[in-house]
């Protein structure tokens, strides 16, 4: 039984579980995994252990790392370098008081860079925020996991690594946040504007169209390629799917997994 702890050797190529009935359906993410979240047992999976470029679902890592440091109720007033960054963006306003909560709104549900600056000047820094994420990461056992920004952008000479192992072992985690696990179900909320407020809307679609979804994180750049870490419950059962390296949406190849693995016996 392949499980989701650090040090497991597990095949490169796509694997399933003796006698399935059905292989697990393949699609453009050069590495996926699809596992139970309760127990950890991994279903099936391709190049698990392969270093990616994680773009955004990074994020679930930041967020777990802001929790362990910062009260939700922590406030903080942006500054012009915090909006400074390639969007996507959750509409930092330069002055404006953010709560942790708010901020942490606006990183999980529309990927915001903005926000995940903020959130890293309130860590200590861009420097001490990225060696925290890491060492978090490494103490969870995602030990293939390097983050280099606070927010999953990369370039040349600062390239975040993890692999698909890695990333489930970190959604897994960050779920069992009640404040992230609230935030990567909620539709919509208020983020503070330049106005008062205004609704952001959770990005993740298999929010809306695939019952019992319980969140999910997508990311994309041009080094990463598309990524994606959901996760989702049926019949008393939860599983995680973790994408990366895909070309263009991930949701399609995220339902097909979820599906095969709610198919398998227990």
Known sequence: MLLLIAGTVAPQAATEPPGAAIAAPDGSAKAWLVADMDTGHILASKNPYTH????????VLLAMVVLDHLS??????????????????????????YT?????????MVSGN????????????YRAAIARMTA???????????????SGLDGPGWESITTAHDLAILMRRALAYPVIAQIMRQSTAQFPSRTGFKQITNQNELLRTYPGNLGGKTGFTNLAG?????????????????????????????????????????
């Open 114 to 125: 903005d926000a995940a600056n903020l959130l890293g000047d309130m860590l200590g820094g």
């Open 226 to 266: 598309h990524t994606f870490v959901t996760a989702a419950q049926r019949d008393g059962r939860r599983l995680i799917v973790a994408q990366l390296k895909g070309s263009g949406s991930q949701y399609g190849q995220a339902t097909a997994l979820l599906d095969w693995g709610f198919a398998q016996p227990r």
């Open 52 to 59: 990616f470029a994680p773009a955004s679902t990074i994020k």
């Open 100 to 108: 942790t909560r708010q901020l942490l709104d606006g990183l999980l």
């Open 136 to 150: 978090k990461a490494h103490s969870l056992g995602a030990r293939n996991t390097r983050a280099m920004s606070p």
């Open 72 to 97: 939700p109720a922590a406030a903080v007033r942006a500054n012009a370098n915090h909006a400074r960054v390639e969007c996507s963006c959750a509409g930092v306003v330069p002055g404006q008081v």
